[in-house]
């Protein structure tokens, strides 16, 4: 299970206020996100995204992830927590012809997904059992999704995940001290799943996971 860094640019290129979240009635908030509808994705920066809408930022990350996998027109891609499907539009357009796929557990961000590739996109909970055969995807992806999952939950999608790809990849939140454990508390809406690297990869080894992921760093 390689280590790889594909993320991390754009997780630390957004400034994040961690005593402000926490101290700004966090507990409704976190309720409220925990919904993933408008008030998460689209509502107030105190309760999830601030207005998820498509700039773009994606396209590097996307380019990254085409390189290092090599992508090719026909290559099959699953995103598991799609959210709008920004990450799989950049797909589209870095490697034309390649076919994606995604569902998220919130109906909001698929019905205001990217509008080019909503057709490919579904309502879904990353622990059911996929509607797909064994090695059916080059490569499924799950991004800043899975530690919103309570841990059978957790083990079952990486089981999932394990299935349906040939490539895997997977970037969780984590902490490697005290002071990265507060600053994700702080900032954490959904987030149910809060291990250290070595916790991730014990937690890999139970679900047979065999992929490739990341950690995000609250520093």
Not at 23 to 39: H, I, M, P, T, W
Not at 114 to 133: G, H, S, T, W
Not at 160 to 176: D, T
């Amino acid at each position: 299970m390689p280590l790889i860094e594909i993320i991390t640019p754009l997780h630390k290129s957004t400034r994040r206020d961690y005593i402000g979240r926490m101290v700004n009635d966090k507990v409704r908030c976190s309720e409220l996100a925990r919904q993933y509808g408008v008030d998460f994705w689209d509502g107030d920066r105190s309760t999830g995204y601030g207005g998820y809408r498509y700039d773009g930022r994606w396209r590097p990350v996307a380019e990254r992830i085409a390189a290092h996998y090599g992508l090719k027109p026909g290559s099959r891609v699953l995103d598991v927590g799609c959210g709008k499907g920004f990450l799989l539009y950049e797909l589209t357009q870095v490697v034309p012809g390649v076919e994606v796929a995604g569902f998220d557990v919130s109906r909001y961000a698929i019905e205001h997904a990217k509008e080019e590739i909503r057709d490919r996109l579904y309502v879904a909970r990353a622990e059911d059992p996929y509607a797909y055969p064994d090695g059916h995807f080059d490569l499924v992806l799950s991004i800043m999704t899975l530690f919103n999952l309570v841990l059978p939950d957790l083990h079952a999608a990486l089981k999932e995940i394990e299935r349906v790809g040939r490539n895997k990849f997977v970037v969780m939140e984590s902490y490697r001290s005290v002071a990265e454990l507060f600053n994700l508390q702080c900032w954490a809406l959904t987030c149910e799943t809060f291990l250290r690297p070595e916790a991730w990869d014990w937690m890999f080894n139970q679900a047979g996971y065999t992929g490739d992921y990341e950690f995000a760093f609250f520093e």
